[in-house]
């Protein structure tokens, strides 16, 4: 049973847990760890970077010693695995080590004195280029201008972070790297240099600036992910899946990107590697990592209504040899709003440690705490009956000066990720989350069908939630590549295990009077107890139990020089529960879903047209847990159905842009859909049958990378239509009200070249056509909002940037679910932050 939550005295008075106090004593905890594991990370770096300068003018990556057994063998491998292993950038073309074998390496040496003993026997030889190293032969090496064109062959990497770049062509929420044009569905990279130009900070942020992703305003604070016309519930935090946003009332998932790297996007069935329930994709939100050399970032920023914020970001290696890693960020978020008298503080802390066990073994771990406390806003603006909109300024606020909300999202992570050479390897990845949301406020909806020309029709709603979740992931897999039957062969075999438990409680009560024109936010003063007292109150207690457990595969074979098939699948188990105790006169109250042994195939092809663009095609199987009741009281059957994918991708420019178009169609079938003998006879509500069926298809067009000198670009365009196919009512309708059919996110960022190198500008626009309202009676405009961008390079340690949204000051609805009772939300004005970024060097 959930404890009560009082929340007393001024506004900004932290809550106070009545009964066992778990979850504040964990967040103390918490933050006593940041503050002594940033003191101690911070001081650690000075001496380190001492310690690994030993050569005057190397990079730090280059002069810290480190343990190496690489075999010996081909020269080509042991580079590519060296470049791995020393967490550096390394060059060469690849006929430059065609036959070439090498007698290893083994012991511990840095960079300089490494490579020599690679190279040891041919007529190769490496020179430090900046950060990089870059193999040449040892004549060309005395002329610059007798260079050949030097192409990057050493593993990729994922990470994002100081690349300032828009683009990454590796992810990992396949499991293990892979390269975008390698993968036959469609897949977007948010990358840090983004993230920091547009100053995306939240969930919201992220998946409004996504190619064919809807963020949407839920019934809370939180935010709901639309992707191709269905819902992203599960989210991934580096690759391991967890259950979000499964609460008895309200949206109340959100998210901080302060301490992630990247976000990765996969549209499209996610059903192999993510369970039931992800029709429409994955999110996979990949944490920073303490880095071969150190660093230290401060960044402050100022902007409109009351913004302010402070972020300490710290990390590098903590020993001379560079095999304990550590990072840390501490980020501090205040600000007022556009709405009169809501505001929200955010603190978002994070440490890291990363360990070398040995050269081929590394663990991880790491722990999060993002904590919250807000006057916010619920429910939005009603409209008049006739559909219209009741023009009210967008500074008006509907709730109480009491209104208070208070969100503690505290989480764990591990990881273990073993090469046993070359070609196998093997990672084990746990996430482990417990978040608690809490509120008391007041809402106003229109009572019955919408405000009348006097605007006298209102009623004030008085809520208290008490929100508790417990979620715990476990994922591990084995990659390994092969050759047989003259063909080069990629495996991966997997399992995976998630858990998510609520305690969730509500109380509500609803006073008919009030006119819209005149709202009174200067109600008395409430609370979970006052209002669950009150005569004619209403309330539930309930909990909801999911358990996910799934085993995985996928094969990829190299059938021809450019063909490669890949084929995989998924055997689940899935079980969730939800119940709600016995109160009053109401029975105990039960429903359980649950499906075993379900297996989802997958198949794709990917046809290579030349080293920088492929063709692809692939299928994949959906299988959705309902949980619609019944007339005869068992469980209603599964979604199921197809999804098809064709596409071609490119990888331009020695990787620094990726483009890519798609087309996909997508047929479900058994959703449910009212039961017309079953009217009002499932618990007071109408019970449900499986037999509808859905559409969702269209294209999609990206490029992201600079694809000019000095000229990062993000450029995403989405054509999506979706369609009840078969349902009683809605025949021919649309069904995703919430997904227009166009929609265009655009941003670029230029550094100014020649004497104006210190500067950049930037600028985008974010359009989408029309949505519809939650029960398709009236549209919710499009609209087109642009932003603008221009920095300043101060120094080489300082910058300044400002950041105007929303430039022209348009005025718009958000979508959500748009009511003539409410759930109307206005997007946010023309605001502007100022940031200002400090990086010492080292």
């Known amino acids: 049973m959930q404890q009560a939550l009082s929340i007393e005295g001024g506004d900004r008075l932290k809550p106070r847990v009545l009964g066992p106090g778990r979850p504040a004593v964990l967040a103390s905890a918490i933050s006593q760890l940041f503050l002594v594991a940033g003191v101690v990370t911070i001081l650690a770096l000075p001496e380190i970077a001492q310690a690994a300068d030993a050569a005057p003018g190397t990079p730090a990556s280059f002069a810290a010693r480190k343990t190496y057994n690489i075999p010996a063998g081909s020269l080509e491998a042991a580079l590519n695995r060296f470049g791995r292993e020393a967490g550096i950038l390394l060059s060469f073309p690849t006929e430059l080590t065609n036959g070439l074998k090498t007698k290893g390496l083994q012991g511990s040496y840095n960079v300089q004195e490494a490579l020599p003993l690679l190279l040891y026997g041919t007529d190769l030889v490496a020179s430090i280029d900046g950060a990089s190293a870059v193999i040449r032969r040892q004549s060309a090496a005395v002329s610059e201008a007798t260079l050949p064109a030097v192409h990057v062959t050493a593993v990729a990497t994922a990470t994002t972070e100081g690349s300032q770049s828009y683009s990454s062509s590796v992810v990992t929420l396949n499991r293990g790297e892979q390269k975008l044009k390698d993968i036959p569905q469609s897949v977007s990279v948010l990358t840090r240099q983004r993230m920091d130009d547009q100053a995306l900070t939240t969930l919201a942020d992220a998946v409004g600036n996504t190619t064919g992703l809807v963020a949407t305003q839920g019934v809370g604070p939180g935010t709901v992910i639309m992707s191709r016309g269905f819902q992203i519930d599960s989210y991934q935090y580096d690759g391991v899946p967890l259950p979000r946003n499964t609460y008895s009332i309200g949206n109340w998932s959100s998210e901080s990107l302060a301490f992630y790297d990247r976000v990765e996007v996969l549209r499209g069935a996610a059903g192999l590697t993510q369970g039931t329930n992800s029709p429409g994709g994955a999110i996979n939100f990949v944490r920073k990592r303490g880095q071969a050399k150190p660093m230290v970032t401060v960044t402050g920023k100022a902007g409109s209504w009351d913004h302010y914020g402070l972020q300490l970001d710290a990390g590098g290696p903590l020993n001379a040899e560079g095999t304990l890693r550590g990072r840390v960020v501490v980020d501090e978020d205040r600000s007022d709003s556009f709405i009169n008298y809501v505001w929200a503080n955010t603190r ?179 609370d979970f107890a006052s209002i669950a007292a009150t005569p004619g109150s209403t309330g539930t207690v309930s909990s909801y139990d999911v358990e996910q457990t799934g085993v995985y595969g996928t094969w990829r074979a190299q059938l021809t020089d450019r063909l490669t098939a890949i084929l995989g699948g998924r055997v689940g188990w899935f079980e969730q529960m939800y119940s709600q105790p016995a109160r009053g006169t109401d029975p105990r109250y039960e429903s359980v879903q649950e499906a075993s042994g379900r297996f989802t195939p997958y198949g794709g092809l990917v046809y290579a047209l030349s080293d920088q663009w492929s063709a692809y095609t692939s299928y994949s199987d959906v299988f959705e847990v309902q949980s619609a009741p019944t007339l005869s009281g068992a469980p209603i059957k599964p979604v199921t159905g197809t999804n098809y994918e064709f596409g071609i991708k490119g990888e331009l420019a020695d990787g620094r842009v990726n483009t890519s178009f798609a087309v996909f169609r997508y047929d479900h079938k058994n959703r449910a859909v009212v039961d017309p003998d079953g009217l009002g006879m499932c618990n007071g509500n109408d019970c449900s049958r499986a037999a509808g069926k859905v559409r969702s298809q269209g294209f999609e067009a990206e490029v992201s990378g600079e694809v000019l000198r000095g000229l990062q670009l993000f450029g995403g365009y989405t054509f999506n239509t979706t369609k009840y196919l078969i349902d009683p009512v809605n025949e021919g309708k649309v069904f995703s009200t919430w997904t227009p059919k166009h929609m265009l996110r655009l941003w670029a960022d230029y550094k100014l070249p020649g004497n104006l190198s210190k500067f950049s500008v930037g600028g985008g626009v974010n359009t989408q056509s029309k949505a519809l309202s939650f029960d398709s009676s009236f549209d919710v405009p499009g609209f087109t909002i642009w932003s603008a961008r221009a920095a300043y390079q101060v120094t080489p340690e300082l910058s300044l940037a400002l950041n105007v949204n929303n430039l022209f000051d348009k005025t718009y609805y958000l979508p959500s679910y748009n009511s003539t009772t409410g759930n109307n939300y206005y997007g946010t004005p023309r605001s502007a932050l100022l940031t200002l970024k400090y990086t010492p060097r080292f």
């Open 348 to 526: 978002t802390l994070y440490a890291a440690l990363d360990y070398d066990i040995s050269p081929n073994t590394t663990v991880g771990i790491g722990i999060s705490n993002k904590e919250t406390r807000s006057r916010p806003s619920f429910i939005g603006l009603p409209r008049y009956a006739d559909k219209s909109d009741i023009g009210l300024p967008r500074s008006t606020y509907t709730g109480s000066n009491w209104n208070r909300a208070y969100n503690d999202q505290s989480s764990v992570y591990a990881d273990l990720d073993h090469r046993f050479n070359d070609n196998w390897s093997f990672k084990a990845s746990a996430v482990a989350m417990r978040e608690k949301n809490t509120s008391v406020h007041q809402r106003i909806s229109a009572a019955g069908t919408g405000i009348t020309p006097g605007g006298n029709t209102v009623r004030y709603g008085d809520f208290a939630m008490n929100l508790e979740g417990e979620q715990y992931g476990l994922d591990a897999y084995v990659r390994g590549r092969f050759e047989a039957m003259a063909m080069k062969h990629e495996v991966i075999f997997g399992a995976n295990y998630s858990r998510y438990h609520t305690d969730d409680a509500v109380a509500r009560r609803w006073t008919t009077g009030g006119n819209i024109f005149a709202i009174n936010n200067n109600r008395p003063w409430q």
